[in-house]
C-alpha cells in the first residue's frame, strides 16, 4: 500500500510536470547541411511567415551546437529523433567497418528488410517517436526525407512508416520493416514525372537583390572550378535539368519532400483532436547535395536558402489552414558546412584537404594507394621496423580500412608481425597527427580508459565513440580543413568538431512555446527533451534538459 502511495505521487509528480495538453501535431524540419551562419547571413531576405516565423514570433536559439565531433547525416538524424549523442544512439557514423565480417557497414542497413534493405536495426537508444507511441495507444509517427538514412533515423524504431526517394522510379519508397501505405505511395508518386517535367532548369531568383549579392557570397568565375560538376550540373545559373535525379540537386527537391508530407498528413488524418498526438519528421535533403558541390559562399546555396524560406512559408501556411493553433514545429539541421578550402584560401583563410581515402578494389601495391596514405604507410612501417616499398603488395598494409574519421587496423597482418597491437595503434596515431591539417588523434583504447578532465576535442571525439563499431584510431581536423574524396579536389564537406560544422539553428514555434530570442548553450539533442515535455512523455539523453521557451 506505501509502496502503491508512493508510485502514485511519483506519477502525480511526473506527469504534472508536462504540459497540460499536447499538441494535435508537431512537425520536426531538419534541414541537411543548414549552418546557423545561414540564418545570419540571409535573414534580410526571409519572406514574412518562412524561417520569421521562428525568428520574430517563436524561439530562437542562437547558440545550439552538436556537442559530438562527426558531424555526419546519419549520427545527426539520429540525434534529433532519439536525443542521443552517437555514443549512445549507436550511430557513430554514415558507414563503419564490419570487424567481424570483413565489410563496411551503412548506417541503416538492415538484410531482413525488403523492398529497400533498410531500417533503424543498428539504431541502439529509443527515440521521442517510440515514447510518444508507448504513451498514446493511436499516436502515429512518421519519418520523410529524400535520404532513406534521415527519415529512418529521425523516425525511430517504432515508426508507423519511414519514406524516402529513389530518383531511379522516380518516387517515395518504403521498407518491409514498416507498415506502409503503398496507395499513398502509388498516388503521390503519379505525380512526380510531371512535377519533374515542369522544373526544366534551376534559374536564380530575385529575392536577393543582384547589388548585394557580391557581400553575401564569394563566387567569382575564377573560383568556379573548384565546384564539383555532377555530370547533370553545370557551375552556373541556370542549372538544367534532365531527370529526377538532377532535380534532387536543386531547391525543387525541397518542394518534391515539403508537398509529400502535406499528403502523408491528410492521408493518414495526423493532428486530429483525438488525444492522440502524432508526429512528423521531415529532413530537407538537397541543400546537402548542392552544398556539397558548390559551397556554402556560392551563388546557388545563397538562392537555396532563400528558396528554402519561401517553400517553408508555403508548408506552414498549409498546416495553420489545417490545425490552426493546434500544432508545434520544430525547425533544425544535421550539421553545418565548411567552406571550399580553396575559396576559404582566396578569402585570405587558412584552410586544406586531407585525402586519406581508401584505394579501390583493383589495387595492388603500395604504389596504387593515395600519396597521404602511402607516406602513412611508410611512416609507420620505418617506425615499428618492417621494410615496405612501393612494391609491396596492398595486402600488407597496415591500414585495412579509412572511414572518416577512423582508420581500422589489419589484424591479421600485426598478428604474423608479432606486433604489440597497442604499439601500433599508437604509431599510426602519432605518424597521423603530422599530417598538415590534423588537430588531434586518438587510439581507441584512450577513448575507452576514463579520463576525468579531456580536452575538449577529446571530450567531442568521445561522445561520438562506440567500441565496436569505430575505428582503431580516431581523427579530427583543424577548422578549414576537410576530408577531400575528389580527384580533381573540388567541392567541401562536414563532420568536423569545429564551429562550422556543429552550430546549427534550434528553433522552435507554436502550441506551448514561448517566444523569445535565447542565448543559453544548448544541443539539437534537447529537441527530444522538449518536444517530449509538451507531449507528456520523457525521452533524450539524461545530459539534455528541456529547452527553456517551454510554457
Ligand atoms: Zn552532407
Known amino acids: 500500500m506505501r509502496r502503491l502511495t508512493i508510485a ?40 514574412a511567415d518562412g524561417f520569421n516565423r521562428v525568428l520574430k514570433r517563436g524561439a530562437n536559439f542562437t547558440q545550439s551546437r552538436y556537442p559530438y565531433a562527426m558531424t555526419y547525416t546519419g549520427p545527426g538524424h539520429a540525434a534529433i529523433g532519439t536525443g542521443h549523442v552517437p555514443a549512445d544512439s549507436g550511430i557513430v557514423a554514415n558507414n563503419w567497418y564490419e570487424r567481424t565480417t570483413g565489410t563496411v557497414a551503412y548506417c541503416v542497413d538492415d538484410a531482413r528488410a525488403s523492398g529497400s534493405h533498410f ?126 535525379d538532377a532535380l534532387t540537386y536543386t531547391p525543387y527537391g525541397n518542394q518534391l519532400v515539403l508537398q509529400f508530407a502535406e499528403r502523408l498528413i491528410d492521408a493518414e488524418g495526423l493532428g486530429t483532436e483525438d488525444g492522440n498526438p502524432d508526429l512528423v519528421f521531415v529532413s530537407l535533403s538537397s541543400p546537402d547535395y548542392l552544398g556539397h558541390a558548390f ?71 603500395f604504389a596504387d594507394l593515395v600519396p597521404q596514405r602511402n607516406a602513412l604507410e611508410k611512416a609507420m612501417a620505418k617506425k615499428l621496423g618492417v621494410k615496405v616499398t612501393d612494391a609491396t603488395p596492398i595486402e600488407k598494409a597496415f591500414i585495412v580500412y579509412f572511414d572518416e574519421p577512423a582508420f581500422y587496423l589489419n589484424w591479421p597482418r600485426i598478428r604474423d608481425l608479432k606486433l604489440d597491437g597497442e604499439r601500433v595503434k599508437r604509431v599510426l596515431r602519432d605518424a597521423v597527427k603530422e599530417i598538415d591539417g590534423v588537430s588531434a588523434a586518438f587510439t581507441n583504447s584512450e577513448l575507452l580508459m ?86 507528456g512523455v520523457d525521452a533524450g539523453g539524461e545530459e539534455t534538459r528541456v529547452l527553456p521557451c517551454v510554457k
Not at 541537411?32 to 540571409?42: A, K, L
Not at 517504432?158 to 520493416?177: M, R
Not at 533544425?332 to 584505394?359: C, F, W, Y
Open 119 to 244: 531500417s533503424p536495426l543498428n539504431l541502439a537508444s529509443d527515440s521521442l517517436g517510440d515514447r510518444l507511441q508507448e504513451r498514446y495507444g493511436k499516436s502515429k509517427v512518421y519519418g520523410i526525407s529524400l535520404k532513406d538514412r534521415a527519415a529512418i533515423l529521425m523516425a525511430g524504431r517504432k515508426a508507423n512508416a519511414a519514406y524516402w526517394f529513389d530518383p531511379k522510379l522516380p518516387g517515395f519508397v518504403s521498407s518491409s520493416y514498416y507498415r506502409f501505405d503503398k496507395p499513398l505511395l502509388d498516388a503521390f508518386n503519379a505525380t512526380v514525372p510531371p512535377f519533374v517535367a515542369t522544373h526544366t532548369a534551376w534559374e536564380q531568383s530575385s529575392y536577393i537583390p543582384s547589388a548585394d549579392l557580391g557581400n553575401l557570397t564569394h563566387d567569382l568565375p575564377a573560383l568556379r572550378k573548384w565546384k564539383t560538376n555532377p555530370r547533370h550540373l553545370d557551375v552556373k545559373f541556370p542549372h538544367p535539368i534532365e531527370n529526377a
Open 295 to 365: 559551397g556554402p559562399e556560392s551563388l546557388e546555396a545563397a538562392d537555396t536558402v532563400v528558396r528554402t524560406d519561401r517553400d517553408l512559408e508555403t508548408f506552414f501556411h498549409d498546416l495553420d489552414a489545417k490545425f490552426g493553433s493546434r500544432w508545434t514545429l520544430a525547425i533544425t539541421a544535421d550539421h553545418g558546412v565548411q567552406s571550399i578550402p580553396e575559396v576559404a584560401k582566396d578569402m585570405g583563410r587558412v584552410a586544406g584537404r586531407v585525402d586519406l581515402h581508401n584505394s579501390p578494389k583493383t589495387a595492388k601495391t
Open 450 to 535: 576514463a579520463n576525468a578532465a579531456p580536452s575538449p576535442l577529446e571530450a567531442a571525439v568521445r561522445l561520438s565513440f562506440r567500441a565496436d563499431r569505430s575505428g582503431d584510431v580516431l581523427l579530427t581536423l583543424k577548422p578549414g580543413y576537410i576530408w577531400n574524396y575528389n580527384n580533381p579536389p573540388t567541392g567541401t564537406t562536414h563532420g568536423q568538431p569545429v564551429e562550422a560544422d556543429q552550430h546549427v539553428p534550434t528553433m522552435l514555434w507554436g502550441n506551448g512555446i514561448k517566444p523569445g530570442s535565447f542565448d543559453d548553450a544548448v544541443a539539437p539533442t534537447f529537441l527530444a527533451k522538449t518536444l517530449g515535455h509538451l507531449l
Open 8 to 47: 502514485f505521487a511519483l506519477f502525480l509528480c511526473s506527469s504534472s510536470a508536462f504540459a497540460q495538453t499536447p499538441p494535435d501535431l508537431v512537425v520536426v524540419i531538419s534541414i541537411d547541411q543548414f549552418p546557423y551562419y545561414y540564418i545570419q547571413r540571409f535573414e534580410t531576405y526571409f519572406a
